[in-house]
């Protein structure tokens, strides 16, 4: 379904990924690991379109991604729910769902949209006129994935989810994630919290320095030890 | 900024060649003759200038707050990557921010030479006192700014009334020095946190 | 570049002589003029703060100096002195009120002061004759009637003296530490606090400085005209002087000398005087939209073809010859007791208590989130806490602003933003020499022997600490060209320039490959022989455990464990909150 093939990304003159190739197949959870500083945001910054590569292509669906602007690459079915949730702080939850059917056109999301955000995410139902800054952390992240769901993609990328939130929460966001796979949409996730991201997966890759370190399905990583090594050093 | 600053040196002077300096006026079908409502005499033009004012402002807010573009100009202010990644055309966005305060300005400018002069300076005095409000209210509050104008409005009013009608148009400075030296940030604008 | 600047001057002190027509030499007297007021904006622009209100300040100069001759019949060699200080004092009061507020806000509030200063001068007629303008100011005299400077020529002389002057002090000061300082302040604010700079005692020199300038131009120009109008403070001078530093090359020396120049002469030459303002527009828009380095940096660009490097400097012997030694004190090196801070209802950090210990490095890890760069921006003096103390080698320095903290000698090493990108290697780790400098500000700019000593000094120390490094050959590149790794020892010897006795870095070995980790590593190790302490913040856990004497790990804010290496690797809440429970989803 998408797929990178050597990409490489620079600021200015200094390269940050050196020559990325993953790929991501229709109904997969595939999730990227690593070190901060090793290039996993830099890489979904690098899809979403924020970013532009400096070689190396952007496959989806058949069609070139790389270097096209932020909203088209919505528009061709991949949402991005970045790290630190950043939902909009001074609008409501209700707005804030609007902004994630911003692509599908008209002058509000659609009625049955946002039945299906609410029914999916009750908490927000209840919170509906609450302006964003005021919601928890978890609140925040269950808000910020069901924006992202609002414009119907067919890919999600999810940037360090579990971020800041208390253990059970984190809990209830991964059990949301799990539904969302249950309804098809495939996922591309950037975690931290190695053990939980990879009991989830398919398939994952481990980066490190801006390349693709290892790459493998989900369960041989799972008790490898080279990611023990790698994230505690012993 | 500068490149802005330059646009409107431009329009004046251009404004300079085309028509000569001198104030005009604006014949409208107002009589001059003031109503009375109650104990207030108010000349016709300044009460359609000021209905217009109110409808005006009315109609901003509802732009801002409950229409589709309103919500991408205040995603855009709130968090510009984040409005990219929910399909903003954040260029489009500036763009039309742009115009919409142009048209703004030009509405008020027509209104405000309903009541006073037409002649190409006429805008200098009038852009320093919305900075005045701007910063009272703080950059992109407009609620402050609502604020901000209405009470730059009166004091100048009655500073005019009780001080002197010469220095009227610097109460508006005056005040925000004042404001500046208790609270840094404007009346309700935010701090912002060093990185 | 300096040859032509010094023939065109030779070429134009020379113009009088030649009989030159009395209207070109007054239209240069005008240049010269705005040359003053140029200069000024230039110099707070070097801070990154623009001043659309100056022609406020040439207004005060003009008419403190105007009225003093008036009213009092002095003379202009006092007046212009006085004024000149009087403008400053007033620039001093300005800056104390808004050097604070940044950017827009800067601009807007001065904008809105001309204006006020203009209301001013029209209404209070008693002072100043209004709108009617000052009439009968006296001509340039030394007390003496036969010393009363007349002709156009006698004029133009001391005009000239004046912009050498400038140039003069401009120059010196731009080149020195002082003008590496402001660049630093608006290349990367944090960045300079941490190195000892203090952003507002800097920008406040700039300011005041630039309203001095001011003030002599407006008092040259009263004794010259003799008749003075409130149209002084109007906008069209600031658009004309905004037209002069921009167009002619901001935070440079001679861009607004050429900018001056090039626009007084560029309406006469194409026969629009008249319509002056209509020119500047355009050309500032035009500037402002495809030349925005202005006219100097392109021309010197075309002149000189590429920039050469500068000259390797002979760098000192002893790399870190730290003036502190490794003191045996009885105080820890850092002390954090009970530091707490709250955003909203959520705790970042909650009661969080480490102490580092002289010679000590000691690594403070968990996962992302778990509130470690706040502990560090509370101990650096860029965040506020809650409840808590922070003791530095047994002092506290609690709530101290960073530049104060790090002339103490505790220095912070930045995760991502650790340098001055424009300037070149050399530079950015002299701009954080900035603390160690004991020369005074006068002694800078007429360079005495003591001031280009200390120069020479920290250029040395500057290039061994890139050597030290390993950046040595890399002195003259600009910091944005060089590779991530390389960036981060650059940071790194930025962070050793003011001298420190600890050092915090956070997230040093970030984006490195294992190479240079190892350099990283050894480097560190070297610094800790040298009698530093390090607190680091970090992820990688070859580093940590490969370096480290100890460790504290922090979880959602709080500390959950603290030991050596070993013990930390086998501890099971660590290796939980770390590598994360797969408990979690054992339901459903």
């Known amino acids: 379904m998408l797929t990178l093939d050597g990409v490489s990304v620079a600021y200015g003159a200094v390269e940050v990924l050196h020559g990325v190739s993953l790929r991501v197949d229709e109904g997969e959870m595939v999730c990227l690991l690593g070190a901060n500083g090793a290039g996993k945001s830099t890489t979904v910054r690098t899809i979403s379109g924020l970013l532009r590569p400096s070689a190396g292509s952007i496959t989806f669906l058949g069609e070139r991604l790389d270097g096209r602007p932020a909203h088209a690459v919505l528009m061709r079915g991949i949402a991005q729910c970045p790290e630190g949730r950043r939902i909009f702080p001074e609008m409501t939850v209700r707005e804030n769902l609007e902004m994630g059917a911003y692509v599908r056109g008209g002058e509000g999301a659609r009625a049955d949209d946002l039945e299906r955000a609410f029914h999916h995410f009750p908490r927000l139902k209840e919170r509906e006129a609450q302006l964003g800054g005021t919601l928890s952390g978890g609140e925040q992240q269950m808000l910020a994935i069901a924006r992202a769901l609002m414009s119907g993609p067919k890919l999600l990328l999810l940037d360090e989810p579990s971020l800041g939130l208390a253990p059970t929460m984190v809990g209830t966001v991964f059990r949301v994630i799990r539904e969302i796979r249950r309804q098809g949409v495939t996922v591309l996730m950037v975690e931290q919290n190695a053990s939980l991201a990879l009991q989830m997966a398919d398939r994952a890759y481990v980066m490190e320095s801006g390349r693709i370190a290892l790459g493998g399905q989900a369960r041989d990583l799972l008790h490898n030890e080279d990611i023990r090594r790698a994230y505690l050093g012993g | 900024m500068l490149a802005t600053v330059a646009l409107s040196v431009i329009i004046q002077n251009a404004a300079i060649l085309l028509w000569d300096p001198s104030p005009k006026t604006i014949k409208h079908v107002f009589s001059p003759v003031p109503l009375t409502l ?20 009315v109609g901003s807010h509802l732009l801002i707050q409950k229409t589709r573009i309103g919500r991408a100009m205040r995603a855009t202010f709130q968090d510009t990557d984040m409005a990219r990644l929910t399909g903003v055309d954040v260029d489009r966005v500036y763009m039309f921010t742009f115009a919409f305060g142009a048209a703004l300005a030009g509405a008020s400018g027509a209104l405000l030479g309903a009541v006073f002069w037409v002649y190409p300076a006429m805008g200098d005095l009038a852009a320093l006192k919305s900075f005045a409000v701007v910063i009272m209210g703080g950059l992109g509050n407009f609620l402050g700014a609502i604020v901000g104008g209405l009470l730059l409005g009166v004091s100048e009013s009655l500073g005019a009334g009780y001080i002197s009608s010469g220095y009227k148009d610097a109460i508006g400075f005056i005040l925000i020095i004042l404001l500046l030296l208790w609270r840094p940030q404007g009346l309700f604008g935010k701090k912002a946190l060093p990185r | 570049m300096k040859l032509w600047a010094a023939a065109a001057a030779v070429a134009l002190l020379a113009l009088p002589l030649i009989g030159v027509d009395d209207y070109y030499l007054h239209l240069l007297i005008m240049a010269g003029i705005f040359y003053l007021l140029a200069a000024g904006m230039n110099l707070l622009l070097a801070a990154g703060q623009l001043n659309l209100g100056h022609t406020a300040f040439y207004g005060i100069g003009a008419y403190t100096s105007g009225l003093l001759g008036v009213h009092f019949g002095l003379s202009p060699l006092w007046t212009m002195p006085v004024a000149a200080a009087f403008t400053g004092f007033v620039g001093y009061l300005l800056g104390r009120l808004t050097l604070r507020l940044r950017g827009a806000y800067f601009v807007l509030v001065t904008v809105g002061f001309a204006e006020v200063i203009r209301l001013v001068a ?13 009439a009968g100011v006296p001509a340039f005299n030394l007390g003496i009637e036969r010393w009363t400077l007349v002709s156009k020529r006698d004029y133009y002389y001391l005009m000239a003296a004046l912009v050498a002057g400038t140039l003069f002090v401009t120059a010196r000061i731009l080149g020195s530490r002082v003008g590496r300082a402001l660049a630093a302040i608006q290349s990367n604010e944090s960045l300079a606090e941490s190195s000892g700079i203090s952003a507002y005692a800097h920008t406040m020199l700039a300011m005041v400085v630039s309203c001095v300038l001011a003030g002599v131009a407006g008092a040259f120009y009263a004794h010259y005209i003799t008749f003075l109008s409130p149209e002084l403070f109007g906008f069209q001078n600031t658009v004309t002087m905004a037209v002069m530093v921009v167009a002619g090359g901001q935070g440079m020396v001679l861009g607004p000398a050429v900018g001056s120049l090039v626009f007084t002469f560029v309406p006469e030459l194409l026969r629009m005087a008249a319509n002056r303002m209509l020119l500047y527009g355009v050309l500032l828009l035009l500037v402002v939209m495809f030349m925005p380095r202005g006219l100097v940096f392109y021309l010197r660009a075309l002149l000189r073809g590429r920039a050469p490097s500068p000259a390797a400097v002979q760098a000192a012997d002893a790399a870190l010859e730290t003036g502190r030694a490794a003191a045996a004190g009885a105080a820890p090196a850092l002390d954090v007791r009970e530091m707490t801070v709250r955003f909203g209802g959520l705790a970042a950090v909650e009661d969080l208590s480490l102490t580092l210990g002289r010679g000590e490095i000691l690594a403070l890890i968990g996962p992302n989130g778990a509130g470690k760069s706040t502990a560090f921006n509370v101990v650096t003096g860029f965040q506020p806490a809650d409840t808590g103390r922070v003791d530095f080698d047994g002092v506290d320095i609690t709530g101290l602003p960073p530049y104060r903290i790090a002339e103490r000698g505790l220095v912070r090493m930045f995760q991502r933003t650790s340098v001055f990108p424009e300037a070149p290697a050399l530079d950015n780790v002299l701009t954080a020499c900035h603390r160690l400098a004991r020369t005074r500000l006068w002694e800078v700019v007429l360079m005495t022997e003591a001031a280009r000593e200390e120069e020479a000094r920290h250029r040395r120390r500057a290039q061994s600490l890139l050597n030290f490094v390993g950046l040595g050959r890399k002195a003259g590149e600009a910091a944005k060209n060089l590779s991530c790794g390389e960036q981060r020892l650059l940071g790194l010897a930025i962070a050793l320039a003011p001298d ?7 997230e040093p070995a970030a984006g490195l490959n294992a190479v240079e980790t190892g350099q990283l590593m050894h480097l560190i ?9 390090v607190l680091l913040v970090e992820h990688d856990m070859k580093l940590v455990m490969g370096l480290c004497d100890r460790v504290v790990v922090l979880n959602y804010g709080v500390k959950i464990a603290e030991g050596t290496p070993t013990e930390i690797q086998q501890h099971p809440e660590v290796i939980r909150a770390y590598l994360g429970s797969g408990e979690i989803l054992a339901d459903a």
């Open chain 2, 38 to 57: 109650g104990p207030i005499n108010v000349v016709s033009i300044r009460l359609f200038a000021g209905l217009v004012a109110v409808a005006l402002i």
């Open chain 3, 122 to 134: 029209t209404n209070w007629m008693d002072l100043t004759q209004g709108p009617m303008g000052l």
């Open chain 3, 500 to 506: 420190p006795s600890v050092l915090l870095l956070d």
């Open chain 3, 525 to 533: 190790e070297v610094i800790r022989s040298r009698g530093l302490s």
